[in-house]
């Protein structure tokens, strides 16, 4: 739109409407004839779900108008069906049922279970408004979930004159179309190896083994001596708590330490220099400490008594001892192997089975062992990822030493729902003629292991400091089954409480929503 007086100026020259969401845009001629007015529509469904910027351009090219324009075409979120809550003893098991989330693809969501009058769940954000809105604004939008809850027209009207009175966008067109910075620094994804070969040892061409590691599968590296004199080994993601494991091949085709000098990249957490001050206290501020003012008294020290020694005696045998030592700072639960175990179980499977409350199936002689839900756990055996699965069949009982099984921990498991088994073998019972085959390594610098969340303990449930700011559960990593189910179990609550959902799924579908229940 333009008025008489500026007709003048425009009239027949090429104007370029762009609309764009930073990542696709679409260019649209504009010349002003007569009209003051050209009107443009554009069909929502052919442009980008969220905010799209709107710029005019000039004939010389150049931004002269922009707005900001939200397109809620495209945003899919999924509400659930249903939800029941079933109590045995002490606690209390929930199910939601998402029927619209596709169970074959990836999907995540958590769940915040708090007390119903609770006052510390109320941002101005939810997951919605942080994709779809807070990037592609410079201002802080207050009470950003309201324009994405329970979605009416009003609201569509609202958040539209909320990002025309906005004003601007989160991009700055001098920097756009200034020159591309040089860049200083490569970009790091996880941990960059230099594995570097021994001059005084090495053959023309040898060949290295990875072991696996996190969630990276095994990998050679063939190296012809000749040309390089190391390797590199790229996205490396170690938990502080892993080694690395490496093995050469030699000319037999088997497996021997990899007496490898190993660089790690980054190293180290660099320190960041700042110019800011330290700010200094007020000249007047003292601090005075003494004990002028206490109430101590050692008058009666000749009045105490001294008390017997208490010893207390408890039954537990050396296997549960052991069990109860070994499962010091593990997340999984351990399970050591007695002699009564190497009796009853013919084979490994069935200790994992009736012991560790895994299932297992056989198909074409192979066994394979996995959880109620249909997970296939991932295997370390000794600290080192074994993706042959037939270990299952083969290793005799005599050899375990313990196991530790975790079925929540998918951190290492490539969207695995299955958990890990952890199996360590009994040094003492090993065969004399058994050869080390690798080497291991620790990186000076790794990723923090994935924490366990525990709940808080609060001296009364039922106050209003609890309703108001108490945390009853939270429940990360939650999955659908086969059915569209997710399954919660928490311990019973002593006032009534809301879930807090929030979750994404592979097709881009999105889940937050509130759902209160009173359990009597």
Same mark, same amino acid.
């Given at each position: 739109?333009?008025?008489?007086?500026?007709?003048?100026?425009?009239?027949?020259?090429?104007?370029?409407?762009?609309?764009?969401?930073?990542?696709?845009?679409?260019?649209?001629?504009?010349?002003?004839?007569?009209?003051?007015?050209?009107?443009?529509?554009?069909?929502?469904?052919?442009?980008?779900?969220?905010?799209?910027?709107?710029?005019?351009?000039?004939?010389?090219?150049?931004?002269?108008?922009?707005?900001?324009?939200?397109?809620?075409?495209?945003?899919?979120?999924?509400?659930?069906?249903?939800?029941?809550?079933?109590?045995?003893?002490?606690?209390?098991?929930?199910?939601?049922? &998402?029927? /619209?989330?596709?169970? @074959?693809?990836? =999907?995540?969501?958590?769940? *915040?279970?708090?007390?119903? +009058? !609770?006052?510390?769940?109320?941002?101005?954000?939810?997951?919605?408004?942080?994709?779809?809105?807070?990037?592609?604004?410079?201002?802080?939008?207050?009470?950003?979930?309201?324009?994405?809850?329970?979605?009416?027209?009003?609201?569509?009207?609202?958040?539209?004159?909320?990002?025309?009175?906005?004003?601007?966008?989160?991009?700055?067109?001098?920097?756009?179309?200034?020159?591309?910075?040089?860049?200083?620094?490569? &970009?790091? /994804?996880?941990?960059? @190896?230099?594995? =570097?070969?021994?001059?005084? *040892?090495?053959?023309?061409? +040898? !060949?290295?083994?990875?072991?696996?590691?996190?969630?990276?599968?095994?990998?050679?590296?063939?190296?012809?001596?000749?040309?390089?004199?190391?390797?590199?080994?790229?996205?490396?993601?170690?938990?502080?708590?892993?080694?690395?494991?490496?093995?050469?091949?030699?000319?037999?085709?088997?497996?021997?330490?990899?007496?490898?000098?190993?660089?790690?990249?980054?190293?180290?957490?660099?320190?960041?220099?700042?110019?800011?001050?330290?700010?200094?206290?007020?000249?007047?501020?003292?601090?005075?400490?003494?004990?002028?003012?206490?109430?101590?008294?050692?008058?009666?020290?000749?009045?105490?008594?001294?008390?017997?020694?208490?010893?207390?005696?408890?039954?537990?045998?050396?296997?549960?001892?052991?069990?109860?030592?070994?499962?010091?700072?593990?997340?999984?639960?351990?399970?050591?192997?007695?002699?009564?175990?190497?009796?009853?179980?013919?084979?490994?499977?069935?200790?994992?089975?009736?012991?560790?409350?895994?299932?297992?199936?056989?198909?074409?002689?192979?066994?394979?062992?996995?959880?109620?839900?249909?997970?296939?756990?991932?295997?370390?055996?000794?600290?080192?990822?074994?993706?042959?699965?037939?270990?299952?069949?083969?290793?005799?009982?005599?050899?375990?030493?313990?196991?530790?099984?975790?079925?929540?921990?998918?951190?290492?498991?490539?969207?695995?729902?299955?958990?890990?088994?952890?199996?360590?073998?009994?040094?003492?019972?090993?065969?004399?003629?058994?050869?080390?085959?690798?080497?291991?390594?620790?990186?000076?610098?790794?990723?923090?292991?994935?924490?366990?969340?525990?709940?808080?303990?609060?001296?009364?449930?039922?106050?209003?400091?609890?309703?108001?700011?108490?945390?009853?559960?939270?429940?990360?990593?939650?999955?659908?089954?086969?059915?569209?189910?997710?399954?919660?179990?928490?311990?019973?609550?002593?006032?009534?409480?809301?879930?807090?959902?929030?979750?994404?799924?592979?097709?881009?579908?999105?889940?937050?929503?509130?759902?209160?229940?009173?359990?009597?």
């Amino acid at each position: 739109m333009t008025n008489k007086e500026s007709l003048d100026l425009v009239k027949g020259k090429p104007y370029q409407m762009t609309i764009h969401n930073g990542d696709n845009i679409d260019v649209t001629e504009i010349v002003f004839n007569e009209d003051l007015t050209i009107m443009k529509a554009f069909e929502l469904d052919n442009i980008a779900a969220g905010v799209n910027v709107l710029t005019l351009f000039n004939e010389n090219n150049e931004p002269i108008i922009e707005r900001l324009f939200f397109n809620y075409n495209g945003i899919d979120i999924i509400a659930s069906n249903e939800l029941s809550a079933v109590k045995a003893n002490d606690s209390i098991t929930m199910k939601l049922n &998402f029927k /619209q989330v596709n169970p @074959l693809l990836i =999907n995540n969501m958590s769940v *915040s279970v708090l007390p119903q +009058e !609770t006052s510390s769940y109320y941002r101005h954000h939810n997951i919605l408004s942080y994709t779809y809105l807070q990037p592609y604004v410079n201002g802080v939008v207050e009470n950003a979930k309201y324009y994405f809850s329970d979605i009416t027209e009003e609201k569509k009207v609202a958040l539209d004159n909320l990002l025309i009175t906005q004003g601007w966008s989160s991009y700055d067109w001098n920097t756009i179309f200034a020159p591309n910075p040089g860049l200083t620094h490569t &970009f790091e /994804q996880g941990i960059t @190896l230099r594995a =570097n070969i021994n001059a005084q *040892s090495r053959d023309k061409e +040898e !060949t290295y083994l990875v072991h696996a590691v996190s969630n990276q599968d095994p990998q050679f590296y063939e190296v012809d001596n000749d040309i390089s004199k190391a390797f590199t080994v790229e996205n490396v993601f170690l938990n502080e708590d892993d080694k690395l494991y490496l093995s050469k091949v030699n000319k037999n085709n088997e497996l021997e330490p990899a007496k490898l000098y190993l660089q790690s990249f980054p190293s180290k957490i660099p320190s960041f220099q700042t110019n800011a001050g330290i700010i200094k206290p007020k000249w007047d501020y003292e601090t005075y400490a003494g004990l002028t003012n206490t109430n101590i008294s050692f008058l009666n020290l000749n009045e105490t008594q001294q008390l017997d020694e208490v010893l207390v005696k408890t039954k537990a045998g050396r296997k549960e001892l052991r069990t109860r030592e070994l499962s010091q700072g593990r997340s999984g639960r351990v399970h050591v192997v007695d002699e009564d175990d190497v009796i009853q179980f013919q084979t490994f499977a069935d200790f994992l089975v009736f012991r560790a409350g895994l299932t297992k199936r056989t198909v074409n002689g192979t066994t394979t062992v996995t959880t109620f839900s249909g997970g296939v756990p991932v295997i370390f055996l000794d600290d080192v990822r074994i993706l042959d699965r037939s270990i299952i069949d083969n290793l005799t009982l005599v050899y375990v030493d313990f196991v530790e099984v975790d079925r929540r921990d998918i951190s290492r498991t490539s969207n695995s729902s299955g958990g890990i088994v952890k199996i360590y073998t009994d040094f003492k019972n090993r065969p004399s003629n058994n050869i080390k085959t690798t080497q291991d390594y620790e990186l000076p610098l790794a990723f923090s292991t994935k924490k366990k969340f525990y709940v808080p303990n609060y001296k009364y449930y039922n106050d209003d400091f609890f309703k108001g700011y108490g945390t009853i559960d939270w429940k990360p990593e939650l999955t659908t089954d086969a059915n569209g189910n997710v399954t919660l179990k928490i311990a019973q609550p002593e006032v009534p409480i809301t879930l807090f959902i929030e979750g994404i799924a592979n097709d881009g579908s999105f889940i937050f929503e509130e759902k209160s229940i009173s359990i009597n």
